[in-house]
T-cell receptor
């Protein structure tokens, strides 16, 4: 089966750094995605980790440890527009691998 | 690149009618398209996986006769909600994936309200 856990809500201040954790237990694993979803909109792709380590892309970085079943998304220099839900999703290892999504972490950035 | 469009963005229909939602990959060929449903404050739930030219694979609990999926070309998939009921009201989102990649790109979603 697939089980993906991430915190339900987080709050942070504009300009700060926040880390959103995700742990997973899945029957297959190809890689791990992070998506950002604003209210009423579809998810937008942020990052994809296949190998262990940190991937940095501008203000956003994503880390993966396959042995620990753990990932985090790091957001630096927070802006008000970063207030959104952040979805952790795991890709399975079948030929037509599907994504299993966590329930999302609602991040609220305050002034 | 990797733009996916979805039409319509919003639809309101009467109970018992059918609604068709289109999903298009605009700048790449989508060998696989996915249809998700999202209820308020919940995560995306995969409904079905659609490969061009073949029948869709439905997730457990999703009625294939109620949610008809067609993937006739490498850039277009459609989802038809047949005999819609108020409990079908939800946010329907498609995603598309090209060959040899694991990344799914999402359409903007369709908000369906069944009265």
């Amino acid at each position: 089966g697939q089980n993906i856990d991430q915190p339900t809500e987080m709050t942070a201040t504009e300009g700060a750094i926040v880390q959103i954790n995700c742990t997973y237990q899945t029957s297959g694993f190809n890689g791990l995605f992070w998506y950002q979803q604003h209210a009423g909109e579809a998810p937008t792709f942020l990052s994809y980790n296949v190998l262990d380590g940190l991937e940095e892309k501008g203000r956003f970085s994503s880390f993966l440890s396959r042995s620990k079943g753990y990932s985090y998304l790091l957001l630096k220099e927070l802006q008000m527009k970063d207030s959104a839900s952040y979805l952790c999703a795991v890709s399975g290892n079948s030929g037509y691998s599907t994504l299993t999504f966590g329930k999302g972490t609602m991040l609220l950035v305050s002034p | 690149g990797a733009v996916v469009s979805q039409h319509p963005s919003r639809v309101i229909c009467k109970s018992g009618t059918s609604v068709k939602i289109e999903c298009r990959s605009l700048d790449f060929q989508a060998t696989t398209m996915f249809w998700y449903r999202q209820f308020p404050k919940q995560s995306l739930m995969l409904m079905a996986t659609s490969n061009e030219g073949s029948k869709a694979t439905y997730e457990q609990g999703v009625e294939k006769d109620k949610f008809l999926i067609n993937h006739a070309s490498l850039t277009l998939s459609t989802l038809t909600v047949t005999s819609a009921h108020p409990e079908d009201s939800s946010f329907y989102i498609c995603s598309a994936r090209g060959q040899g990649t694991d990344t799914q790109y999402f359409g903007p979603g369709t908000r369906l309200t069944v009265l």
